[in-house]
Nanobody
Framework: QVQLVESGGGLVQAGGSLRLSCAAS????????MGWYRQAPGKERELVAT???????DYADSVKGRFTISRDNAKNTVYLQMNSLKPEDTAVYCC?????????WGQGTQVTVSS
């Protein structure tokens, strides 16, 4: 089993920044992909960004150039630096970890961007 605990959400004005963190613990394989997804009210969950244990990254077009995903493999922690936030970035952001045989999700952290 793997547990994921997110932190760093909150309320910020448009144009501001937030940094999300997600710490993983438990039976974590050396090879895995960690990422962030978000779900806004009335909308489906969408991919924000992912990063492999080797450092390869992928971003949703809507966040490219504004968000940066990174990870510390020694700490099994993934980060999401969010800059130039927009009201449309408002959502519950969930951390995920995928490894051979299973995927795991955190409970989510609310990010609210006011205009």
């Amino acid at each position: 089993q793997v547990q994921l605990v997110e932190s760093g959400g909150g309320l910020v004005q448009a144009g501001g920044s937030l940094r999300l963190s997600c710490a993983a613990s438990g039976s974590i394989f050396r090879s895995n992909v960690m990422g962030w997804y978000r779900q806004a009210p009335g909308k489906e969950r969408e991919l924000v960004a992912t990063i492999s244990s080797g450092g390869s990254t992928d971003y949703a077009d809507s966040v490219k150039g504004r968000f940066t995903i990174s990870r510390d493999n020694a700490k099994n922690t993934v980060y999401l630096q969010m800059n130039s936030l927009k009201p449309e970035d408002t959502a519950v952001y969930c951390c995920a970890l995928s490894q051979p045989g299973a995927s795991y999700w955190g409970q989510g952290t609310q990010v609210t961007v006011s205009s």
